[in-house]
Structure formats: structure tokens, C-alpha cells
């Protein structure tokens, strides 16, 4: 099946706009939203390569090719009881790891389908699984955990631990800088020199993280709260440089390649895009008013808890994840509005 054809599953309603009270545009029924009816997965990360996303799910692990809607390979755990923490691609995607629930790592090679190697690590230390700019394994650490580590998937040994680091985490694009909440203190977040395993800086806040994410030029760490805020951190000037109000507590949030627009979700399912140049919302996209113009919310009273996830290489489409009933998530494409 051609994009074309991926396309026509597509629904694309156009409608009013409104101007929500900063200004900003409200968009109601003016959203393209692809939908794919992949039920088993509640991740969706675009990779380098053009029309090639990882899906994550809880038993489930694939490479799937948007331009010809099918999947290229898939993996499991290897027992039927077991379940995954998380999984990540490699940037060149010719490898995959996942983070077992069994306390191991496992990596795959994309185009064979092959296991590679098979490494035990500490047990629910694998939140949040990224490949650094080297090749080592970030795995982040749980409560049950309670240390970050960057992991060498090639002589299965642990380089560097950073303790009481928990998820949410966020790693700069280029390695350099970790930050993590602190331990049973989640209104406190560590700022780690990745290289030199030392903290850099400890930043306070009215309440507690909940996802953050740094900017292409690593200037700038974004920061959203259950207070419904998003706090914008000025890494070279060590201060606060802005507060984005949501006003509802943030679930999620993703910068987009340029790094000039910001993309959060938040618990009262709404989708805000902020442009970071200009210091504005641009657009809010509320996806419960959108699930169910479309016929997609089987049950108006569930929790949808909106996620969004990642950019596309271009800059014009997110992923996103929600409910759509209570059995599970959903993965959605949301193609940025053009106003």
C-alpha cells in the first residue's frame, strides 16, 4: 500500500477556528489525524530514516514503513510472561535494544532479525532507553531502582551510574548533559555532566516534573509540571527564562528538529503547540472534542491520558498516543495545522 493509499485512512474535517483567551488559535474539527488501528502499541518514535517508526508496546516491539503500511520486523520477549520497560533504535536504525521486565537487555539486528547479544542488568533500571551519540545505552532508573546508568551494549558493562536519578529523564542530542528528577524529591531536578559523571547544577521547582526535554542547541531545557506549567530553563545563563502556562498538569512534551516550536499534552487532553521564538501558543487541538466528532471514543467517560511523543525528521507531524477505551492506548500521527 502506497502513502497515498496510508493516507486515505486519514480523516481530515475542516471547521471552525476559535481564539482561545491568550490568543491563540483553537482549532475545532480543522485537524488531520491518521489513525491506524494499532492497538497493541502505546509508543510511536519517528526514526533518521524517512517513513521508518519504531512501535512500543507492552509485548511487542516493531520497525513499521509508513509509506508502504506494513511492518518491516518485529520482536517479542523471549517468554510469554515477560513484558517490555522500553526500547530504542540506533541512529543509523540497524539496531535495536529493549529493556526486559526479566532485568535484561536485549539487541537485535533491524534487517535480520537476529538477536545480537543478551546482557543482564540491574532490575528496572531501563526507563526511558536511548543510544548516546558513542553507541552506549542510556537506561533510566526507576524507584525501584533509583540510579541512572549509561550502559555499554557491546561488552555488557556499566560505565557510569548517576545516583538517585530517576525518570522522567532527558538527554541533550549531544550527550553531554543528563537531567533526571532526584529520588522521592520530584520537584527537584539534577542536571549531570554526562562525561564527567558530576552534578552541574540543582534545580527547584513549585511542583513536581513530570517530562522534560532539551532543545536542538542545548540552550534551553523545557520542564513540565503537574502544576500545569511548563518552565522554560536557560542552561548557558543558569536561570528561569519563561514559565508556559497550560494550566492543567502537563503529561508530555517533544521540541520539534529546529527547535522553534514545542509541542505539549496535558491531563484535560488537550494538544498545545507553542511557538519558543516568538514566546506564544500557536495552536490547541482538544483530542477527546476531535475523537468524538470522528466516532473514535467508544466510551466518553474514559481517561484518554494524551501523550505526545515525538516529531517527524521534517517538522511536520507528531505522534501522539492516547485512549480510546479502557483496554488500551492507541498511536496517532497528528500532521501540524497549517493556519
Known amino acids: 500500500m502506497r502513502w497515498a493509499a496510508l493516507a486515505a485512512l486519514a480523516v481530515l474535517a475542516v471547521g471552525g477556528r476559535a481564539l482561545a483567551e491568550d490568543g491563540s488559535v483553537f482549532l475545532s474539527g480543522a485537524t488531520e489525524i491518521w489513525r491506524f488501528g494499532l492497538t497493541k502499541y502505546h509508543v510511536f518514535l519517528f526514526t533518521n530514516e524517512p517513513g521508518i517508526v519504531l512501535l512500543i508496546g507492552t509485548n511487542d516491539v516493531a520497525l513499521y514503513n509508513l509509506k508502504e503500511a506494513g511492518f518491516l520486523q518485529s520482536f517479542s520477549p523471549p517468554r510469554g510472561w515477560e513484558w517490555f520497560l522500553g526500547a530504542a533504535v540506533n541512529p543509523d536504525v540497524a539496531t535495536i535494544a529493549a529493556v526486559v521486565s526479566d532485568g535484561s537487555v536485549i539487541l537485535w539486528n533491524v534487517r535480520t532479525a537476529e538477536e545480537i547479544v543478551r546482557w543482564k542488568i540491574p532490575s528496572f533500571c531501563g526507563l526511558q532507553p536511548a543510544f548516546l551519540p558513542d553507541g552506549n545505552l542510556l537506561l533510566g532508573g526507576s524507584y525501584l531502582c533509583k540510579q541512572t546508568i549509561v550502559f555499554n551494549p557491546v561488552s555488557g558493562e556499566i560505565g557510569k551510574i548517576f545516583p538517585d536519578a530517576v525518570a522522567p529523564i532527558a538527554i541533550s542530542p549531544s550527550g553531554q548533559r543528563l537531567a533526571a528528577v532526584q529520588a522521592y524529591e520530584e520537584n527537584k531536578v539534577l542536571l549531570w555532566n554526562v562525561a564527567t559523571g558530576e552534578i552541574e ?111 517527524s525528521p521534517d517538522g511536520k507531524m507528531i505522534s501522539f498516543s492516547c485512549r480510546t477505551s479502557a483496554l488500551g492506548k492507541e498511536v496517532f500521527i497528528l500532521k501540524f495545522p497549517v493556519l
Open 201 to 311: 547544577n540543582i534545580l527547584h521547582f513549585p511542583a513536581r516534573i513530570s517530562f522534560m526535554a532539551f532543545d536542538p542547541s542545548e540552550s534551553v531545557l523545557f520542564l513540565g509540571a503537574r502544576d500545569g506549567q511548563i518552565y522554560v530553563w536557560d542552561l548557558a545563563g543558569s536561570r528561569l527564562a519563561e514559565i508556559y502556562a497550560q494550566n492543567s498538569p502537563i503529561r508530555s512534551l517533544v521540541v520539534s528538529p529546529e527547535g522553534h516550536m514545542l509541542a505539549s499534552s496535558s491531563d484535560d487532553d488537550r494538544i498545545v503547540f507553542w511557538n519558543v521564538t516568538e514566546r506564544k501558543t500557536v495552536v490547541q487541538i482538544d483530542v477527546r472534542e476531535e475523537f468524538l466528532k470522528r466516532g473514535w471514543l467508544l466510551d466518553s467517560t474514559v481517561m484518554l491520558c494524551v501523550d505526545v511523543v515525538s516529531w
